[in-house]
């Protein structure tokens, strides 16, 4: 108290011994105190009646849920001191209170709940003083709440029917309603009171090691929260929720995580930060929400209507309430997946620190309760990023689950796949091969590696092993069987495309027909295995097989865009240009923005109606890219920017890339020339996953690649037309987003040639190959020049080298021919002649390998 | 379909058109006391050949179109109904006769992907971060945060957009198909604590049916509609599942784990790595709590009991926590638990970033991969810390404070000084002429490993540069590689230069 007397040593250090819950000590102070004054006799009792009853109680804790029953011996001597301190009345007010709120308590330990009821209406709890108490007392005001609001639960109310609520009148209703309010009430104010002297206990304790001793005493002990103040901290929400009250017990969930917190209440703040975001996620939506610091909506579809009477704010004041965060720009959600995340952080912040690393025996309960607690809070982590897309900022929260993770296979499993959310392909690969080891039986997660390794990895070898371990597993893998034969025919199918010599090259085309013939005839009704099976057969030039299954692909999904776009190359390839044009149409009536299917469009039209009308697709084009990338808003940055932003921010970046060239994927992206280019665009294209991950658009082009893709495009039709000063306008476009990339040297070439400029032409030509060495295109029209310039021999190693790289290009085995001839050979060039017709029959307008093929 | 229902409908389809504005409100309130309108506003959409559809759906707009929430939620009740009555229509290859569901829903899409005054609606929120203090907490309190290249960028509070903006949508392809459903359910799932039981079963039936019909669990299921496969996105799917654990929760416990495993199955055969992630997740995490199936009153359950205060981990225990404070006896052979064969691939995966990047042009963020295990300061010399570090008179100034108290506490300890700073730079677009704001947070952080054996010096400058193990280079070079003079320090602090993707 401030008024204590400055002499009484004594007084303070029984005040800090009743703080720190040092009962041992008592007695001899006790007998200190009372060699002092007589009439410290009663306050002697009293504290020999207190400190009794607090060691009974630390010996014989009570136990949630269990309630206590019968009178104790051990207790008789309790209620002896306590008793004489009272009858004599000589104490000062504080202590009457005091004692009584004592035997109060202890009526409640000895089941006597009526008699601690009478002693607390006696006393007049919310006369106590919370101002200047000293900390023990407001423990003891807390306590007392909250044993009053347990025998106030035990004891029926007034009319004997508390426990049924829907018989009665309306007025024994009140009543019961009236009485359910109080017990609230009771430990709504023991939480506040408990949270106070908490923080206050804290702060006494910390001030007392400062100015007391280097001498380590026990003081660095945690706080040890009893039965009561557990009880009291945590009855009232329970009450809340068991009643369907979702907004109070919210509130009050709110109110305990807005306290500052100390040691003691970290476990409680984590347990109850990690229920309240769960009833964030799992109760509540973004319209019912309100934030902390606004009032609850008045009437709440979280609430069990059919209970009447709910109260939405509390009804009490305390004088003093335990300290909240405060202070300038405190970040306060807005929303219930924000204030969801938050809690998560923060609990996943304390689960972290308690994850228990040691891997001895002993400690194995314990390593199971954190990995426990922990993984919870991970889940819904999960839960809440997923909702909202964040999946890169789930993949580094689950990386520091790592911590728990050993041979826990939930835990790999979620960060591989957030891994794989969020672009970050190589690793999820190598975290995948953990889950695989953890857990070899399941088919899928092979198969997921599969998928990155095809698409956005193309680690072919790698990709391999793992379609083989799903169909290892045979029949075991039930329906991933045929997915199984399906990854390793598109892993084949790839390899083939790589390959440079033509004897892998068909044998790799093989392996992959029959393993999409194998997926085809275990799983008839997937479109999937149909059509890259057509998709196999078109590629080896064996057309009507081809048609035969596309058709059946188209007859299994018919809006399939791959398919059509198949059928219509298909078409085109047998020549029936207006039919593939009209499927093309078809198909962009269902996939307006399918830029691939544009690219064959307007090679189409330039062939069947002329290049006037494949300008004006060229110009279509143009607009659909920019009303797709165009969608922006100003007022947010960094992240979460609209893609044109980003795409703006990667720009720079993309200067120094090479322009994969994906309308020939036989020689640009597919192919990998070398170490260098691979590597660009390994780069690439996680950059262009994690802009998919984003962006609902389809397919993984990098919106500049598009972009300089139209361009050349509409340079070509240009040149097609004769027009050199446009085409070389739009080359320049594309030139402007990747100078260096060899379709740009290519075209500039085709220019120069149209010009009439052969050197200029060869200068280019020469240029692009030395960026990319394989460039079928521009090895052909290379090798034409060479040709025009009579260097016959160097013309023909240039084009012989053509074939090599892809053998199904016929205007290369033409102008072979050509060049065999000029030099005399006419059986070679017959036969080169007779190929190149051959391949000639069968050859599609665009090349079939524009399909993309992933899993 | 009953006379009684129809004559339900026709009575629905009537009265709102002569409401006057100001009844509006109360109208919207009596709604939910007509028991039998809503069932046989399903009937309706159900038998999809019905005369009374066309004008219920354009009911549903009108009510949508009110703007009153009431009336919308009203309309967003039949939401899972409808999707599947379109998606079984179209899967069946019968475009005409769902035309006005159709436009029902593009009705509705283009409402909501537009606000108030017509512009685009981006939908974003605010990624808390544990490094700016809350309502619910303190950054000191939290301890040292790893220095990841996730914690650098959410140094600040980052507003991240998570839907949107959308184009207006005139029709349906097979293109926008699911674009269009997915914003549609985010729409629904706004809203899901106002829906009935029975839409949230409707929900739970669209999930289940959308996802095996056509696989061979359709006939474990017994649904007999159609057979063919429909496409779905991975985006879809995820929406889906957030509807189906809010109905999990919320009383629907069978038909929203049939659900569940319905998508997931199917996520697992598509290799949406989104949907299994969160559907796991979902999993798991119910997997211990009992779900209590439709207890009579209130579908709600929510259940909390009093949980022990008291740690539950024994004392002796090795934990992170306790294991901060040990202090490593060799600190060149510490591996900070991050094998080689890890760190070998966060190189592969970051990629590499080819050279000739203007200095002024991309602002880079550093990433430190392998950040030290940091230290538990004393709350007050953290604070001291935090005061440094806004300009680098201060940050020559931190250190010195900071190692004092190192050296009082005689323990190993790392500090780290913290220097953010945004800037705004305005970029034009060259080539399509369009111009944009793009700014980057650009935030450099500096860790500094002292330990408290090694006295503070007092011409602490010149040891200063020699102590930063990672340094800004604005170059544009794509590695920096570990400091060699500090090999025995600070153990592999690897430096990535990297535009923020």
Known sequence: ?855 | MLAMDQGVVEEWLSEFKTLPDSAVSNYAASLKDKGSLVPALYKVIRENYSDLLEPVCHQLFEFYRSGEPQLQRFTLQFLPELLWSLLSVSAARDPHTSGCIEALLLGIYNLEIVDKDGQSKVLSFTVPSLSKPSVYHEPSAIGSIALTEGALANHGLTRVVYSGPHLQRETFTAQNRFEVLTFLLLCYNAVLSYMTSTSLQSLCQLSSRVCICGYPRQQMRRYKGISTRLTVTSEFLVQLITGIHYALCNGEVELGSKALDDVLYRAQLELFPEALLVGNAIKSSLHGAALKSNNKEGARSIQVEITPTSSRISRNAVTSLSIRGHRWKRHDAVDLGSPDELMDISEVDEGVWPGGVGPDMTPPTITISNSVTTLNLGAKAMKKCRLGGRTSKDKEAGPLTTGRAASENTELSIKRLTLTSSQSVPKAGALTSLTRTASAVFSRSFEQVASGNAPPSSNHTTSEAGRYSCSLQEEGLGYLSPAPNHTQRSPSISVHLGSDL
């Open chain 1, 1 to 855: 108290m401030t008024a204590r007397k400055s002499g009484s040593r004594l007084e303070t250090e029984i005040e800090r011994c009743r703080s720190e819950s040092q009962w041992d000590k008592i007695p001899e102070l006790v007998r200190q105190l009372s060699a002092k004054l007589i009439s410290n006799d009663d306050l002697g009792e009293l504290l020999l009646g207190e400190c009794k009853l607090q060691t009974y109680l630390k010996e014989n804790p009570i136990k949630q849920g269990a309630s206590p029953r019968g009178p104790r011996p051990k207790l008789v001597e309790v209620r002896k001191h306590l008793t004489a301190a009272l009858d004599r009345g000589n104490l000062k007010a504080d202590y009457i209170q005091e004692a009584s709120v004592l035997m109060a308590k202890l009526c409640y330990v000895e089941g006597e709940y009526r008699d601690a009821l009478g002693h607390y209406s006696r006393v007049n709890m919310d006369d106590m003083q919370l101002v200047g108490a000293p900390v023990y007392r407001l423990s003891m005001i807390a306590e007392a709440y909250a044993t009053k609001g347990l025998c106030l639960e035990k004891v029926p109310a007034i009319s004997p029917s508390l426990s049924n609520k829907n018989t009665g009148s309306p007025s024994s209703n009140r009543s019961t309603t009236d009485r359910e309010q109080e017990i609230i009430t009771c430990y709504e104010k023991s939480g506040d009171i408990a949270l106070l002297y908490l923080q206050e206990a804290e702060k006494a304790l910390s001030a007392g090691i400062q100015n007391r001793s280097p001498k380590p005493g026990p003081t660095a002990q945690d706080l040890e929260l009893g039965y009561f103040l557990e009880t009291g901290l945590q009855r009232a929400h329970v009450i809340h929720f068991k009643n369907g009250n979702l907004t109070r017990g919210v509130g009050r969930f709110r109110e305990i995580l807005r306290a500052v917190e100390n040691r003691t209440t970290q476990s409680l703040r984590m347990t109850i930060a990690r229920q309240l975001a769960e009833i964030l996620l799992r109760g509540m939506c973004e319209q019912s929400y309100w934030s902390p610091l606004e009032d609850p909506p008045t009437v709440s579809p979280l609430d069990d209507p059919t209970r009447q009477g709910h109260t939405h704010s509390k009804n009490y004041s305390l004088s003093r309430r335990p300290r909240v965060y405060s202070g300038e720009n405190l970040f306060c959600p807005q929303e219930n997946t924000e204030e969801a995340l938050l809690l998560l952080l923060i609990s996943e912040s304390m689960a972290n620190r308690d994850a228990v690393l040691s891997r001895i025996p002993e400690h194995n309960n314990d390593r199971i309760i954190s990995l426990q607690s922990a993984s919870v809070v991970y889940d819904l982590l999960t839960i809440a990023l997923g909702r909202r897309g964040q999946y890169e900022m789930l993949s580094e929260c689950l990386e520091r689950a790592m911590k728990f993770a050993f041979e826990e296979f939930h835990l790999w499993y979620q960060l591989a796949l957030s891994l794989m959310a969020a672009g970050k392909s190589a690793r999820a690969v190598k975290v995948l091969k953990e889950c695989i080891r953890l857990k070899p039986d399941d088919p899928t997660i092979p198969l997921l590696a599969v998928k990155l390794c095809i698409g956005p990895l193309h680690w072919l070898d790698e990709g391999e092993c793992f379609a083989k371990m799903v169909i290892d597993m045979g029949e075991k893998a039930a329906e991933f069987r045929a997915k199984g034969y399906l990854a390793i025919g598109l892993v084949y199918s790839l390899k083939a495309t790589d390959a440079s010599l033509r004897s892998t090259q068909e044998e790799y085309q093989r392996k992959a027909l029959g393993a999409f013939q194998r997926a085809q005839s275990l799983s008839p009704t997937d479109h999937l295995a149909a059509f890259y099976l057509a998709l196999q057969l078109a590629v080896s030039r064996q057309i009507p097989e081809a048609l035969g299954y596309v058709r059946q692909a188209l007859q299994l999904q018919g809006d399939d865009v791959h398919s059509l776009h198949l059928l219509a190359l298909l078409l085109s390839a047998q020549k029936h240009y207006h039919d593939a044009l009209n499927i093309i149409e078809m198909a962009l009536s269902e996939y307006p923005e399918n830029f691939n299917l544009l690219y064959t469009k307007v090679k189409l039209e330039s062939m069947c109606r002329g290049p006037e009308e494949a300008l004006l697709t060229c110009k279509h084009m143009l607009q659909i890219w920019k009303s797709f990338y165009n969608l922006t808003n100003p007022s947010d940055s960094g992240r979460g920017s609209s893609l044109l932003d980003r795409a703006i921010a990667d720009r720079r970046q993309l200067n120094a890339m090479t322009l994969p060239d994906f309308s020939d994927p036989e020689t640009g992206s597919v192919h990998a020339t070398s170490i260098a280019a691979s590597r660009v665009e390994q780069a690439l294209s996680e950059v262009a996953s994690s802009l998919q991950s984003s962006a609902p658009k389809q397919g993984p082009l990098h919106p500049w690649m598009t972009l300089a893709q139209i361009w050349l495009h509409a340079a070509e039709v240009y040149t097609g037309m004769s027009k050199p000063a446009e085409a070389s306008a739009c080359t320049q476009e594309a030139a402007n987003l990747f100078p260096t990339s060899h379709n740009v040297l290519y075209m500039r070439g085709q220019i120069a040639e149209l010009r009439g400029n052969m050197d200029e032409a060869k200068r280019w030509y020469e240029e692009a190959l030395s960026i990319n060495p394989t460039h079928v295109k521009t090895m052909q029209r290379l090798g034409l020049i060479l040709h025009q310039l009579q260097r016959y021999s160097l013309s023909e190693k240039v084009l012989r080298d053509a074939v090599q790289v892809n053998s199904t290009a016929h205007d290369v085995w033409n102008s072979l021919g050509e060049v065999l001839q000029a030099q005399g050979n006419a059986a070679a060039a017959t036969e080169c002649f007779l190929t190149a017709l051959e391949l000639e029959a069968s050859s599609p307008i665009l090349p079939f390998t524009i399909i993309p093929r992933a899993l």
